[in-house]
């Protein structure tokens, strides 16, 4: 079975900085980690999921939401089997649950019903 754990949620104020990680496990995703691609998703209370960012299984091409274009990035250590957001600038709004997921497909990388492998999410705090 495919595992994704995220951790290094937490309360931050407005302009603070946090790094989320996500591991990958299991049988068959611990192995061939490199071919998956990536991505981080969030969901605050009362909206819909949405994406933040993702990262190529082939190349490393990573992509952003506009949302968090210039303050968030995206990196991938297929060596560890680990996928990191780096979060700078955080604003209030960023307040959400951030999920790691995870695809062997490419292409359109903002839709989340493409990955299919999720973890059970870390929750990120922006006080103002």
């Known amino acids: 079975q495919v595992q994704l754990v995220e951790s290094g949620g937490g309360l931050v104020q407005a302009g603070g900085s946090l790094r989320l990680s996500c591991a990958a496990s299991?049988?068959?995703?611990?192995?061939?980690?490199?071919?998956?691609?990536m991505g981080w998703f969030r969901q605050a209370p009362g909206k819909e999921r949405e994406f933040v960012a993702a990262?190529?299984?082939?190349?490393?091409?990573?992509y952003y939401a506009d949302s968090v274009k210039g303050r968030f990035i995206i990196s991938r250590d297929n060596a560890k089997n680990t996928v990191a957001l780096q979060m700078t600038s955080l604003k209030p709004e960023d307040t959400a649950g951030y999920y790691c997921?995870?695809?062997?497909?490419?292409?359109?990388?903002?839709?989340?019903?493409?990955?299919?492998?999720w973890g059970q999410g870390t929750q990120v705090t922006v006080s103002s």
């Open positions: 299991g049988r068959t995703f611990g192995r061939t980690f490199n071919s998956y691609a």
């Open positions: 997921a995870g695809r062997r497909s490419s292409g359109r990388y903002y839709r989340e019903g493409e990955y299919a492998y």
């Open positions: 990262i190529t299984s082939s190349d490393g091409r990573t």
